[in-house]
């Protein structure tokens, strides 16, 4: 149950006072599963082929353990002001993180932190730290509401964003929804002084929703930072950081989403596609290695010719699924994924493909348990794994079960 507390706000002060209704909300997720990985060994120098099996318990999965609080204030004449905090933790060990934080990740609130006013005739707007419209895109039409992180390696390593990231900084807009259209505009700022562009990113999309049918898109683009700031968790990835790659200032990162889905009976149809460009990839300094035969002389998912690696300059990504509702309870989850890797010194684009099925059964609204799947194969490239690297191997299963909770 959701814990509310009502309150009364004294707005102003002085000799005349106004009262205005305002709600708090303390809320959470806790999400806990067992895992089976069949190959999760790292490569070593001494053992450059290295795999091995895994058995772990894990913490959000599906949905990251978090808590948070937020809160709403009636201002009078349909505007209203509103705050969200937000931080994650390991629900297997207790400790504090925010997943793809990079080095934010002991933020208390690295999820969310922002303060905002909000409309039904002017739309919303909100400051502070937060996801930017990607997110909403891949909530409605990619499977990462069924699978979580586990479809973040196929996803470019969540270089699409697809999988949740945040920024800095940002100031974010939303339309009111209009013929169930609903639009977005966000900018970050990278605070950099003297020059505006160093560390900032931008983002924009828009949604549309009618009854069983819904499409939309987001694009979001980010600068390289300085050494002191970036605006994004996204930009903390190597073809982003301050003095590596490209100068502060230019563009490092550049994607763009699109998705729709259908529903009918029982049935829902999603589909999403997503193309990530880096433009400070460089050349690799070795050929393409032989992936079949060869030694592996780097780290699996790392360095060149990994996913987000620093000669990966382009990435396209299909993202195809159907839920069925066996029972208002019961549901049955499959996707299939394939992303396309384009590599600066290779003639040959790698490919990852990868299988999910799932069901997810609810003993309430606030309980279920889950039992997912995948499987993955990697050609021409290093493998990114599903939930974790598996070595030098070129595939890699994994099956789960899970209990989540909401509070």
Known sequence: MKKTIATLCVLGAGATSAHAQSTVTVYGIIDASVAYTNTAAAVSASNPRGTGNLMQV???????????????????GGLSAQ?????????????????????????????????????????????????DFTDQIATYYS??????????????NNMDRVGGNRANNMVSYYTPQIAGITANVAYAFGETAGSASTGNAYGFGANYNNGPFGVGFAY??????????????????????????????????????????????????????????QPNAVAATTAAPNFTTGAFTSAANTGTFSASGTNNDRTNVIDLGVNYNITPALKLTTSVLQSRSSFIGSAVSGKVTQLNLGADYFFSKRTDVYLNTS???????????????????????????????TF
């Open 220 to 277: 979001w683009a980010a600068k390289t930072g300085s050494a002191a700031n970036t605006e994004s968790d996204q930009s903390l990835n190597a073809l982003c950081a301050a003095g590596t790659f490209g100068a502060p200032g230019t563009t490092c990162l550049k994607t763009f989403n699109v998705g729709s889905s259908y529903t009918t009976g029982p049935f829902r149809f999603f589909g999403m596609f997503s193309r990530t460009k």
């Open 58 to 76: 894990t913490s959000g999965t599906i949905q990251q353990s978090r808590f948070g609080f937020k809160g709403q204030e009636d201002l009078g």
């Open 375 to 405: 499987f993955q194969r990697t050609s021409n490239m290093y493998s990114p794994g599903i939930t974790v690297a598996p070595g030098a191997d070129k595939s890699q299963f994994i099956v789960m079960t899970g209990i989540r909770t």
């Open 83 to 131: 705050f969200v905090l937000e931080g994650g933790f390991s629900g297997d060990t207790g400790a504090s993180g925010n997943s793809q934080l990079g080095s934010t990740s002991g933020t208390l609130f690295g999820r969310a932190s922002y303060v905002g006013l909000s409309s039904k005739s002017f739309g919303t707007l909100q400051i502070g730290r937060r996801k």
């Open 143 to 156: 499977s990462v509401v069924d699978f979580g992180t586990l479809i973040n390696g196929v996803h470019d």
